[in-house]
């Protein structure tokens, strides 16, 4: 079951008035915050709480709402192991066995790695049911999903004590045979039990057919002296004993090898508080380790334990995807592991697991999946930039550039995106037409076409600077090329309405540029805006109003009066660029020495600092 956003408002009020008031309180406090885990806790609580507390004679209305909500919340977080079982021994007290046993399917379903939630699942079934292969095929599943877990010794205790019942010897000879091969915890205290039972098993019990026979032709060709069958029996159980003793050392040495990781693990079950940092790089580093020993099903198995604890960063459910994808013929798998990050767990405000999911689904030939994932994406985050921009690139490699060009004037025409957003789709649209098509030119008449329109929008003068710095000159082209770049720069400077920080940045650029491609040569011209400074003097009066102590006051590029920032206006009637911007306030004039007080100061400053000697 999937949770449905909102769909909590929509269950009918199971209780008394009194009762119902406060009810609608709490379901109204989980609408307005769905995320929140409290305000579901305390939903849960108070339905649980109908009519005193819920029975098999409880009115069907209580029982149909609190049945309800705990689908829901259960829906919302399915990882709350402790809950199904609250859940399950509800429906006992309700409805009886079969009602528990389907939520505990439903439960064990959600969480399959919860060594508790299965030990309470069998330890239930043993209760309830006295079909002895039922309950045994129950223990085996269980064993199946939570068996390698470090600390499955509760589970497995209940197994043994299940046959212990039954007085099934060779059952539990068995159980403790694959035991004493899974590093955890409490490896030791099951190998003296499987030792100590050894000893009266028959052989073949012991070990695999094979190894017995290579072991009793060891004894029997040993011919220094003639032996009974008694003698060849207990030369065997010596070589048994020291063939399960290896499997015990090596057992120990793995698990030492996890010890370390394991104990920085202090919460391996789900919560929806964050991890600290130290639990993260626990995980990381548990993580390499097993994918370095090379074991599949082992680190297949950590990863799924580490996406409970961390089950709302991306971050894992992202490594275990590309994991899982570098395995031969495990394309199913990888779908599973983003459908389920996608669907369940990772919240819709970190996009990136589910860019990812649609970008593998284009990669299986699967389009049309792709695109409808970036829909669902843009339905639960409208206006979500980085969707849009990797739907628009989805289209451009499946139908063509026009595709996505349609892509973004779809969305810059739409009401769901603000102005920032509309901006930077307009570069990126410039974009396309540069870098895909070829053409500057119509790169550049849509950048100007909408310049009036994006003058609050960082993202839209950023790309334009961008794309103007990067067009290639030549000797020939480069004064018409620099002359392009200084006004667009003024303009920036005079008449966008970015904030001053956000032009100083954007100078920055610029003044790189100087630097880089400027030349020593002054241009003269009547008309003082078209006039030239060689790069390194235009770069020093930047440098000065930018980080100067000029550039402290209200804005960099506008002019201040008294305590009034005038924009100056992008709208200059026959003119395609503003005015060169009033100047800055002037520093102190700098103070004149004479060439030989300059000298004689410069050289006590040298002999100071150690730089003359």
């Known amino acids: 079951m999937v949770y449905v956003k909102g769909s909590v408002a929509e269950v009918p009020l199971g209780g008394s008035d009194e009762e ?16 929140e885990y409290d305000g579901w806790e305390k939903l849960v609580r108070a339905a ?21 909500i705990y689908n829901r919340f259960l ?33 064990v379903a959600s969480i399959t790695n919860s060594v508790d939630l299965w030990m309470n699942y069998c330890a239930f079934k043993v209760d309830t049911c006295h079909n002895t292969e039922e309950i045994r095929e129950l223990f085996e599943r269980g064993a199946m999903c939570v068996g390698l877990d470090f600390l499955a010794h509760p589970f497995w205790d209940k197994y043994i004590e299940f046959e212990e019942r039954l007085e099934a010897h060779d059952k539990i000879f068995a159980i403790l045979g694959r035991i004493i091969n899974i590093p955890m915890h409490q490896y030791s205290r099951y190998f003296e039990r ?7 098993r028959p052989l073949n019990e012991l070990v695999y057919d094979s190894v017995l026979v290579q072991f009793r032709t060891e004894v029997e060709l040993d011919v220094t002296r003639i032996k009974s069958e008694l003698e060849i029996e207990r030369e065997l159980r010596a070589r048994i004993d020291n063939f399960h003793l290896e499997i015990f050392q090596r057992t120990q040495t793995e698990t030492t090898k996890r010890w370390t990781y394991e104990q920085e693990i202090k919460r391996p079950y789900f919560h929806v508080t964050e991890l600290d940092e130290t639990q993260l790089v626990n995980w990381r580093k548990y993580l390499d380790f097993e994918e370095a020993e090379g074991d599949f099903t082992r680190t297949v198995f950590l990863y799924e334990r580490c996406l409970v604890a961390a089950a709302y960063y991306e971050e894992f459910w992202l490594r275990f995807a590309r994991w899982m994808y570098a395995q031969e013929g495990k394309e199913e798998e990888v779908r599973n592991i983003y459908a389920r990050a996608s669907a369940l767990y990772v919240p819709i405000s970190r996009p990136a697991v589910r860019l990812q999911y649609a970008r593998f689904e284009e990669s299986t030939d699967r389009i049309d999946v792709s695109r409808a994932i970036h829909e669902a994406i843009l339905d639960m985050s409208p206006g979500h930039l980085e969707t849009i921009i990797s739907w628009a690139n989805l289209e451009r490699r499946q139908e063509g550039l026009d595709a996505a060009i349609n892509v973004y004037k779809t969305y810059i025409e739409s009401q769901d995106c603000g102005i920032y957003v509309q901006g930077a789709m307009v570069a990126e649209w410039a974009r396309l037409l540069w870098k895909i098509k070829g053409s500057v030119d119509e790169a550049r008449q849509v950048f100007k076409s909408n310049e009036q329109y994006y003058l609050d929008v960082p993202a839209f003068w950023v790309n334009y600077l961008q794309f103007e710095l990067q067009q290639p000159t030549s000797a020939a082209t480069e004064a018409e090329h620099y002359e392009r770049i200084k006004q667009l720069h003024r303009f920036i400077r005079s008449s966008t309405r970015l904030a001053s920080e ?18 020593k040569d002054a241009v003269k011209n009547a008309n003082k805006d078209l006039a030239k400074d060689p790069a390194a003097k235009e770069y020093m009066k ?6 100067g102590r000029s550039s402290r006051t209200p804005a960099f590029g506008r002019k201040r009066y008294s305590d009034k920032v005038e924009v100056v206006s992008a709208r200059l009637p026959g003119s395609t660029f503003p005015p060169t911007p009033p100047p800055m306030p002037r520093s102190p004039p700098p103070l004149r020495y004479s060439r030989s007080g300059l000298s004689s100061r410069l050289s006590r400053l040298f002999l100071v600092s150690g730089s003359i000697v």
């Open 542 to 547: 930047l440098d000065r109003e930018a980080n």
């Open 194 to 200: 499987y030792r100590n039972l050894a000893a009266s």
């Open 20 to 35: 119902n008031i406060e009810l609608k309180k709490l379901v109204g406090d989980v609408v307005e915050n769905e995320d």
């Open 75 to 107: 829906a919302k977080f399915p990882l709350f192991f402790g809950y199904w079982k609250k859940y399950a021994d509800l429906e006992f007290s309700i409805a009886g066995t079969e009602a528990a046993d389907m939520v505990y399917e439903r439960g």
């Open 502 to 519: 956000t032009i100083k940045e954007i100078s920055q650029h610029y003044m790189t540029y100087l630097l880089e491609r400027g030349t």
């Open 48 to 68: 649980e709480a109908l009519e005193g507390g819920l029975n098999r004679n409880s009115s069907p209305q209580a029982i149909a709402f609190t049945r309800e």
